[in-house]
Nanobody
Framework: QVQLVESGGGLVQAGGSLRLSCAAS????????MAWYRQAPGQQRELVAA???????NYADSVKGRFTASRDNAKNTLYLQMNSLKPEDTAIYYC?????????WGQGTQVTVSS
């Protein structure tokens, strides 16, 4: 049974930091890409950060310089270090894991940034 367990969300003041984690288990095929998406109320889900198995990263312009994605291939775990958080970063953050055949999503973790 595939599970993506996200953790680390919460309430933080503007300027603060949070670190999200996503632990994947039960995935038989090799994980290729891992990514974080987010969805704010009334908005479409958007890509925040992606990281390949070779650790190449890609970020949304809105988070460049503030967020850092990393992964541990041995543990099938994805991380997102979020610094200098802004109220507009408030959203549900979803973990996405991609293999050669399938795409998996986590249940989401709420991040709320107060002004």
């Amino acid at each position: 049974q595939v599970q993506l367990v996200e953790s680390g969300g919460g309430l933080v003041q503007a300027g603060g930091s949070l670190r999200l984690s996503c632990a994947a288990s039960g995935i038989i095929f090799r994980i290729v890409d891992m990514a974080w998406y987010r969805q704010a109320p009334g908005q479409q889900r958007e890509l925040v950060a992606a990281i390949t198995r070779a650790f190449t990263t890609n970020y949304a312009d809105s988070v460049k310089g503030r967020f850092t994605a990393s992964r541990d291939n041995a543990k099938n775990t994805l991380y997102l270090q979020m610094n200098s958080l802004k109220p507009e970063d408030t959203a549900i953050y979803y973990c996405n894991v991609r293999t050669s055949l399938y795409d998996y999503w986590g249940q989401g973790t709420q991040v709320t940034v107060s002004s």
